[in-house]
C-alpha cells in the first residue's frame, strides 16, 4: 500500500529547532519528487519546499535559509530540519508525491504531524 | 508571488444541483492550475491538473476550464462526500500557492 506517515511534531518554543520524519511505503522516496506542505486550521495550504530526484531543492520564502530537506533512501524516509522556528510556523505539516514528477500536483499525501512553535 | 483569490468564500448548494467555483491568477499562470479537495481532518485530495485534466479516480461529475489568470472547477451534480473545501493552486512559478479556498456547504 502506497502510504506516508509523518512524525516528530511537537511543542517546541521560539528560536528551537525539530526535525519532522516522512516514512514512505508502497514506493521508493528517491524516485518522486517530494514536497512539504503546511496548513494552519482554517486556511489555505501553503508549500514549504520540494526535493527533486536529483537532489535539487526549492524553498518557500518564509522558511529558505531555516529548513533543511533530506532524504535517507536506506530509510525510504523524508525528512524536514526547521531550525530558527517562529511562532508563524506553527501549523500541520504535510508531506506529499509528485503525482507524475513533473510539479502538477500531489496524489499522495500524509495525514500530517502538528508543529506548535510557542513560548 | 502569485496571488491566487477564490470565490465564493462559501456556496450554499442542494445536493443534486451544479457548483461552479471561480479562481483568480494575479498573474498569467498559462494552464499551471491544479483543484483539491479538502474534507474535514483529512489533507487535500487532487483533483484536477492543468486546468482541466482529471486526477486518477476522480469522478467526471468534477470538470476544470481556464487559462491565463481565470479557472473554474464545475461539480455537475453535488454528492453528499462533495461537500468540502477546494482549493486552487498554482504551480507555474516559485513559490507555488494556493487560494483561501471555498467552502460548499449543503443548503
Known amino acids: 500500500e502506497v502510504q506516508l506517515v509523518e512524525s516528530g511534531g511537537g511543542l517546541i518554543q521560539p528560536g528551537g529547532s525539530l526535525r519532522l520524519s516522512c516514512a514512505v511505503s508502497g514506493f521508493t522516496v528517491s524516485s518522486y519528487y517530494m514536497s512539504w506542505v503546511r496548513q494552519t486550521p482554517g486556511k489555505g495550504p501553503e508549500w514549504v519546499s520540494v526535493?527533486?530526484?536529483?537532489?535539487?531543492?526549492h524553498f518557500a520564502d518564509s522558511v529558505k535559509g531555516r529548513f533543511t530537506v533530506s532524504r535517507d533512501n536506506s530509510k525510504n524516509t523524508l525528512y524536514l530540519q526547521m531550525n530558527s522556528l517562529r511562532v508563524e510556523d506553527t501549523a500541520v505539516y504535510y508531506c506529499a508525491r509528485d503525482a507524475f514528477n513533473s510539479n502538477y500536483g500531489w496524489d499522495v499525501w500524509g495525514k500530517g504531524t502538528t508543529v506548535t512553535v510557542s513560548s | 508571488e502569485t496571488v491566487m483569490t477564490q470565490s465564493p468564500a462559501t456556496l450554499s448548494v442542494s445536493p443534486g444541483e451544479r457548483a461552479t467555483l471561480s479562481c483568480r491568477a494575479s498573474?498569467?499562470?498559462?494552464?499551471?492550475l491544479a483543484w483539491y479537495q479538502q474534507r474535514p481532518g483529512q489533507a487535500p485530495r487532487l483533483l484536477i491538473y492543468g486546468a482541466s485534466t482529471r486526477a486518477a479516480g476522480i469522478s467526471d461529475n468534477f470538470s476544470g476550464s481556464g487559462s491565463g489568470t481565470q479557472f473554474t472547477l464545475t461539480i455537475s451534480s453535488l454528492q453528499p462526500e462533495d461537500f468540502a473545501v477546494y482549493y486552487c493552486?498554482?504551480?507555474?512559478?516559485?513559490?507555488?500557492?494556493f487560494g483561501q479556498g471555498t467552502r460548499m456547504e449543503i443548503e
Open positions: 493552486k498554482q504551480y507555474n512559478r516559485w513559490p507555488w500557492t
Open positions: 498573474q498569467s499562470i498559462s494552464r499551471n
Open positions: 526535493f527533486y530526484t536529483d537532489d535539487y531543492t
